[in-house]
């Protein structure tokens, strides 16, 4: 048997069910694809279990999470006209922006 084509359990009845699960329609020929990828990729962990991880501490994040912290600072505050100065579009003294609940007219 060739290793790219593993020997599976699934059938197509559990795909159908985890389809159903998931609510997903599948066709036939869909049907027959994911049970192909599927075990492919249960084949690919299979491989992963193989891998030796002796003295590998488990990760609760798959990169490091580093918070950048600064000082705050107390700084001059933003004139109203350096506030508007990159708004798309400014109405007397508010930001204008499109209505975006109830009527729109």
Do not use: C
Request: negative net charge.
């Amino acid at each position: 048997m060739n290793q790219r084509e593993p020997n599976s359990t699934l059938t197509d009845e559990a795909v159908r069910h985890v389809a159903t699960l998931a609510r997903l329609a599948l066709t036939d020929d869909e049907v027959t694809k994911a049970k192909e990828e599927l075990t492919s990729i249960f084949q690919h962990i299979s491989n992963l279990k193989t891998v030796s991880t002796d003295g590998v501490e488990p990760l609760d994040h798959p990169t490091e999470i580093i918070n950048h912290f600064r000082e705050d600072q107390v700084s001059e505050a933003l004139t109203q006209q350096q506030v508007f100065a990159n708004a798309p579009a400014i109405k007397e003294v508010y930001f204008d922006v499109p209505k975006v609940l109830g009527n729109t007219q």
